[in-house]
């Protein structure tokens, strides 16, 4: 599997490319309000680790130290 880019459109758009099957699905950033930022950086703080907390949201721990950071 590989990502490839596909050019012409106003915004970048990548594609997981499956070279055996040469099949292609969107993969799109995920955007997440500030309701759940809030209420995800309350659930780090009280869990007993950030990376419980980003499993339990189904979130990648990153993207919650990431959060926290800011």
């Known amino acids: 599997m590989r990502w490839s880019r596909q050019d ?18 969107v993969a799109q950033r995920r955007k ?3 309701a759940f930022k809030a209420e995800a950086l309350r659930l ?8 419980a907390a980003a499993r339990q949201l189904g979130i990648s721990p990153k993207l919650l130290y990431r959060w926290q950071q800011a």
């Open 44 to 51: 780090a703080s009280e869990s007993r680790s950030t990376q």
């Open 32 to 34: 997440y309000d500030e």
């Open 8 to 25: 012409g459109q106003k915004k970048d758009v990548y594609f997981l490319c499956n070279d055996s099957k040469n099949e292609r699905s």
